[in-house]
DNA sequence: GACGAAGTTGAATGATCATTCAACTTTTGT
DNA sequence: ACAAAAGTTGAATGATCATTCAACTTCGTC
């Protein structure tokens, strides 16, 4: 009888202590990913040390190695992040009844072109990302997971409506030319104006493409 | 008679003395030129120091500070010799006589896709620097002017066949394309295919786009 | 309220790196 | 051959930074 009570209140505070650990667990991951976005935005990846973060997220400095294992798990998860919230935007667009190959490229590139996206502290960090991503093995596997995703959502539209050599070519220009509005706009004076006219002519060649095939 | 004498050999001697200090300047500075362009190539930007360039320009790390100012001074200067060497490559190809748009649209996509740009050399070099940029005014200004050229360039080419608007559209995109595939080449497994690619898909729509002004 | 576990701190450590400059070597002019 | 100038070296310096961990605080449980 008491061992009974014993084992139970014992596997009631273990499920109660896990439930804490990782609600914490999750709220202070995610807000030194916040943080470390912000810092990078700021900074850059470059300036961006143990130290800017977590003053910014109000934490020690000990921690990052605590929750991320070091500087380096940080800054993938950050990645991470910034993917899963484009793949989001992405498919909160596909899924709203749109079938059309023009709709689904348009969704296409408004996910690409979100708020989010073409915020300063996105636009920043991506640009570091993909610097940093040549020299170290997990930042370029995750980017190039990233950019065949592009890839090959915009090419699944296309083939909808022209055959098969038709739709890989408009693919990897429109893929390009998506990448290159951001980059152009990033490192423009003006980036919401490039931004606006990135989207417009995206999708004015998304467009003209698939006209040309019929 | 001796004064007069002794005047003329300090002009001469001085003259030499100059001539003969430039040109191991110049030599010196080209050579940390090339070996930081290597290092950043092979290490990363973020990984290059003073160091990994003198060891590699067989020079000791001092000299960079005397010819260059500091780290800061040759990396902007090591910029300044990729953009050189891509406005080099253009004014040779403009020059052959070549007069239509097409042809002249043509030769400003291939002096953006020549073996040198697309070696490791500089395509990581570049990409390093568009990161950076980003956080430093001195490189920012050097990678706008060299933006505005390349969009300048492509907008008057079409500007030769097309309405004042639909050259700026055109130029816009094609500008973002040849830097969208740039940037997906370097970042991919196999960044010669993605370059071929990029090059004849570029001037196919180059082609298309001059074609449907008419 | 006291005990143990979970969570957090930040000073100490060791490593890396740009810069400086006094000493050294080479080149040049006579 | 020699003195002065130009060119070069690399050890010393001071600064920055990621990581570690012993000590501290907070929280949940009885």
Known sequence: ???????????????????????????????????????????????????????????????????????????????????AQLGQDLRQRLQQGEVSPEQRLNAIIEANFTDFQRSDLATRTWLSFWARSMHEPGLQRLQQINNARLYSNIRYAFALK????????AARQLAAMIDGFWLRSALSLDPQEGFSAGERLCKQFALTALAEGT
Chains 1, 2 share one sequence.
């Open 162 to 169: 022209l055959n098969a050599e038709a739709a890989t070519d």
């Open 1 to 83: 009888m008491i061992i009974q009570l014993r084992l139970t209140s014992m596997l009631i505070e273990r499920s109660i202590n896990i439930m804490t650990k990782t609600k914490i667990k999750d709220t202070r991951r995610q807000q030194l990913i916040q943080a470390s976005l912000e810092s990078i935005a700021e900074l850059g990846l470059q300036n961006t040390t143990i130290l800017t973060i977590s003053r910014r997220a109000g934490l020690s400095s000990g921690i990052i190695s605590h929750y991320f294992g070091g500087k380096q798990g940080l800054i993938e998860a950050a990645l991470r992040y910034l993917m």
